[in-house]
């Protein structure tokens, strides 16, 4: 943002500015709702302040996350000006339909994730304003995508399908956003290639389970050939999966896919635990022994294969024997990246009513134990990239005060680092444009991030 005098701004009525919170599938609904907006006349505000519509995209799958939502929204809306317009979108609207209204009266409109497409309508009944067509001047809108990035420019995420029909006890998505729908391949492949026409380099491809994609519509396994149809000729460089669930996924085809080059070798395999009876009480559909043999092939096939999960503690039930499990299992299989979270009970979830409950203290001390393992596993991880050539994506240049250490000019990412959730590779030497590929040789390991220099 800006640094601009408040008496200074002066709101334009058909601007709009947007605050997004919450995971990589939220941000494609941010996008394709700011795309409406301008194809209807609007055009982006680079301060908050000089925007006629301010728009807040909301997360709820936890507790913490609501609560970061409604503080979001409290915040701005206390910086709200008389002549703007508030709203508030997505998964908070979906999950507390009807209470946020009397919570938060400054907020004009609010939209549930089902909704948030048809922002340009309210907001236009709401401002008076007529609903011309075209897009505004400097748009990043993508027209054949139907998207306005707001991720960098050669960056973008891909949602294959909406909603989950998991159930796992803890869950909320399939309340929050349905059971699963996958989109039909084709204009699926088509954004993709238009995404890539546009200058993407690298093509993040999400849903709450990407390994279900077509298993509603009678396809099992129809991810691998929707890859594959992506990667063709028009396909971005980098194709990068996420949210791979272990029940699902098909360990011999994704390897297959990697070692062909439509794929990176990195996988996000959110695992959760690895007590059998932790496992069944979350509902998860499978057990330690499926764990082992997915994680087994997927290195034995590559070696380089760059491995993310995640992982919860505290669960209901969890005892300390399972605990250790849990930390042997991480200890044995030595994933690269390891995100750790404390159980939360979600009203109206089947583990809500599950007992025993844990201390949110033994929760927290055990999220703790994961994450200094981890740690300690990252590092030795990283540090046998030292001296090794790798191909890095830059990202950005950065501020003389972002800098860690002279020499340093900018950040980028080899292919076991996901934009925004792992580390970033540091770099020195020649000077590239963000967005640009480039190899570079590393010259330190951090726990979390590569240094690299280019030459």
């Known amino acids: 943002m800006k640094n601009t005098k408040e008496s200074e701004i002066t709101s334009h009525p058909k601007s709009y500015y947007f605050f997004n919170l919450g995971c990589p599938k939220n941000l494609v609904d941010a996008e394709v709702t700011a795309a409406g907006l301008e194809a209807h006349g609007w055009i982006e505000a680079s301060d908050p302040g000089e925007a006629g519509l301010l728009v807040i995209t909301t997360c709820a799958f936890i507790s913490i996350a609501e609560e970061e939502s409604v503080n979001e929204i409290l915040r701005v809306a206390a910086l709200k000006k008389d002549e703007q317009i508030l709203a508030v979108l997505g998964c908070l609207v979906s999950r507390e339909a009807g209470k946020l209204e009397k919570l938060i009266p400054e907020v004009d409109i609010f939209l549930p994730v089902n909704k948030m497409e048809s922002l340009h309508e309210a907001a236009g009944r709401y401002s008076g304003e007529g609903s011309s067509s075209g897009y505004g001047a400097g748009s990043k809108v993508i027209t054949s995508a139907g998207r306005r990035l707001f991720t960098p420019s050669h960056l973008a995420y891909l949602k294959i399908a909406e909603g989950c029909s998991n159930h796992c006890s803890y869950c909320m998505i399939p309340s929050i956003r349905g059971e699963l729908e996958s989109r039909d391949p084709v204009p699926v492949i088509s954004e993709a290639r238009a995404l890539a026409t546009a200058g993407v380099k690298e093509l993040v491809v999400i849903a709450q389970d990407t390994t279900a994609y077509g298993m509603d519509f009678g396809k099992k396994g129809g991810l691998y050939k929707l890859l594959e149809e992506i990667s063709g000729s028009q396909g971005p460089e980098w194709i990068r999966l996420m949210y791979m669930h272990p029940a699902h996924i098909d360990a011999v085809k994704i390897s297959r896919l990697a070692a062909e080059g439509v794929i990176i070798p990195y996988l996000d395999l959110p695992i959760q635990h690895a ?126 005060e972002q800098v860690p250490l002279p020499g340093v000019w900018g950040t980028g990412r080899f292919y076991g680092q996901a934009h925004e959730i792992d580390g970033v590779t540091y770099l020195s030497g020649r000077r590239v444009e963000p967005g640009s590929f480039a190899e570079a040789i590393v010259t330190e390991a951090e726990a979390y991030d590569l240094f690299a220099s280019i030459k």
């Open 275 to 400: 007590s059998d009876k932790v496992l069944a009480r979350m509902k998860r559909g499978y057990d330690k022994k499926h764990l082992e043999k997915v994680i087994g092939i997927l290195r034995s096939n590559d070696p380089g294969m760059v491995l993310r999960t995640t992982v919860m503690t505290g669960f209901p039930g969890e005892t300390e024997e399972d605990f250790q499990e849990l930390i042997d299992f991480l200890e044995r299989y030595r994933f690269d990246h390891v995100g750790v979270f404390t159980y939360s009970p979600e009203t109206g979830t089947k583990a809500s009513s599950l007992a025993p409950a844990l201390p949110e203290k033994t929760a927290r001390a055990r999220a703790d134990e994961v994450s200094a393992l981890q740690m300690d596993i990252s590092y030795e991880r990283l540090s046998l990239r030292e001296g090794r050539k790798l191909k890095i994506l830059v990202d950005e240049i950065l501020q003389e």
